[in-house]
């Protein structure tokens, strides 16, 4: 049990002690994640409306292929980025290899299927006779939407949760588009990888905690979300 | 909800003028795990980045792993430890202006007990002939490093092919491979470093050192020019200059870890 003890009073140290290097890691780990997950959702949850409530040739291909993207490691998805930003890469000239921008791109693509398939779902859970009274109101497409957004705001929500909660938590992209630099690239959870590599087993636990704590903050503000009115 | 609103449009302002460190110059250097997490290139940059007012990102990857990165030209220069990798590095022409910058040495570690009685082998090629007569176990890194690259060297001086159940190829770093040998009891290959690090962690003895072939030299290399223009040449020589010369090779010298030095610099033998 001490190894669960040390761990516990290593993260209340590295918490209350404010150290400058473990704030950082944590600060880059919330930027790129929130960075992340935001750009997802601005384009995920507009997808997954105009996927759920279109009809088009190919649409069960279009479902297929988002549900198979979900199963994309996170690695392969470093991977295709670090081909695309290496600087002989077509992307190259951009700069972005090994930068936090780099790193929030990947995490981008990560979020993206999964964000758009849960708000499909969240969109055929709804009444259907919703989006029929609206039309027949006379409401514009975007005035359909907003109501349809807000009627299924409790699953849209849970949705950019999971979508924040994978890329926060994911290292594969993050150790291939960042690097692990320290002072600039580095993440919580890259830092956990690089404390468990070296042994430091009460570290990367402590570190874990704090990045539930950072988890913790941002659900919180997405809570208070579903909560309003 | 418009309330919230605004409060997320104020996280997001804070969030876009954060300080992440667009500072000054960057040189990227790619070096492997145990220069890094030996602690070295703590004291050793700092002197560095402060006198030419630079930045340098260091990404730490295995050497195989380190010079891919510099053939792509992704890094500017790499500091990694496998002479026969690095001169085929320069060869192909990736690299240019090579230089010795220090050593420490590998040693073959085991269970106290010493099942396959590697103790008394005069070669580290002998001591893993011993291990396979016996098959009592070896975890190899597997993975590419320059230590795995040592390893396959020595398997090569022994003439043997390691295969069969006693020979794991464990595909992670060296911490996760000490630890793999002492509950396995197994021997394992591993930079004296990191087994300095794990030593009151994990009940594993030195068997056997001190022989040529554990010789484990580190060198550093700038990704040519000519291949990436893009790559920082100019401060990347700056950087070798600086490893190479005294101030630099006082530094490695001079570092301790539990009153133990790690590195022994090799251009300037006593800074």
């Known amino acids: ?229 | 909800m418009a309330g919230l609103w605004v409060w997320v449009c104020a996280l997001f302002l804070v969030l876009s003028i954060t300080p992440a460190g667009f500072a000054a110059e960057r040189l990227r250097m790619a070096t492997t795990t145990s220069t890094e997490n030996s602690g070295l290139l703590n004291v050793l940059l700092p002197p560095f980045e402060k006198a030419n007012n630079c930045k340098v990102d260091v990404i730490s990857v295995g050497t195989g792993k380190a010079l891919k990165l510099g053939e792509n030209g992704d890094v500017d220069v790499v500091f990694v430890h496998s002479r026969p990798a690095e001169d085929k590095f320069v060869a192909e022409g990736f690299g240019v202006d090579r230089r010795d910058v220090m050593h420490n040495d590998f040693v073959i570690v085991g269970p106290k007990e010493d099942p396959a009685g590697i103790k008394k082998a005069k070669t580290a090629a002998e001591a893993f002939k011993l291990v396979a007569d016996k098959k009592v176990g070896f975890i190899s890194r597997g993975d590419d490093s320059g230590t795995h690259k040592q390893e396959k060297i020595i398997w090569k001086a022994a003439d043997i092919t390691p295969s069969g159940g006693w020979c794991v190829e464990a595909g992670q770093g060296m911490g996760a491979v000490l630890q793999m040998a002492y509950d396995k009891k197994a021997y394992a290959l591993t930079d004296r470093g990191t087994y300095a690090s794990y030593a009151s962690k994990l009940d594993l003895a030195i068997l056997s050192e001190g022989d040529k072939a554990l010789h484990n030299a580190y060198g550093i290399i700038a990704v040519n020019p000519k291949k990436h223009p893009k790559a920082n040449y100019a401060l990347a020589k700056k950087f070798i200059e600086y490893l190479t010369g005294p101030e630099g090779q006082e530094v490695i010298a001079g570092y301790k870890v539990g009153g133990q030095q790690l590195f022994f610099p090799d251009v300037i033998k006593n800074p």
Not at chain 1, 38 to 56: D, K, Q, R
Not at chain 1, 154 to 169: E, L
Not at chain 1, 211 to 217: E, Q, R, T, Y
């Open chain 1, 1 to 229: 049990m001490s190894f669960f003890l040390d761990s516990l009073l290593a993260a209340f140290h590295l918490i209350v002690g404010f150290d400058a290097e473990v704030y950082l890691i944590a600060w880059t780990s919330l930027k790129v994640s929130l960075v992340g997950a935001s750009l997802a959702s601005l384009t995920g949850v507009p997808l997954g409306l105009l996927i759920a409530f279109t009809e088009f040739r190919g649409k069960r291909g279009v479902l297929l292929a988002l549900n198979t993207l979900m199963s994309l490691p996170t690695v392969v998805i470093g991977l295709i980025f670090y081909g695309l930003l290496s600087r002989q890469g077509p992307l190259g000239d951009l700069g972005l290899l090994f930068t936090p921008a780099g790193v929030s791109l990947g995490l981008f693509f990560l979020a993206l299927p999964l964000i758009a398939n849960l708000t499909i779902a969240a969109a055929h859970g709804l009444d259907p006779r919703l989006a029929l009274t609206c039309r027949a109101l006379g409401a514009t497409p975007l005035q359909q939407a907003w109501m349809i957004l807000k009627e299924a705001r409790f699953a849209v929500i849970c949705a950019i949760a999971v979508g924040f909660g994978r890329v926060i938590s994911e290292v594969g992209v993050a150790m291939m588009l960042g690097g692990n630099i320290r002072g600039f690239t580095r993440t919580l959870t890259t830092a956990i990888a690089l404390e468990t590599s070296k042994g430091e087993f009460e570290l990367g636990l402590a570190l874990g905690m704090f990045l539930l704590i950072v988890a913790f903050g941002v659900n919180g503000l997405l809570f208070l979300f579903q909560r309003a009115k």
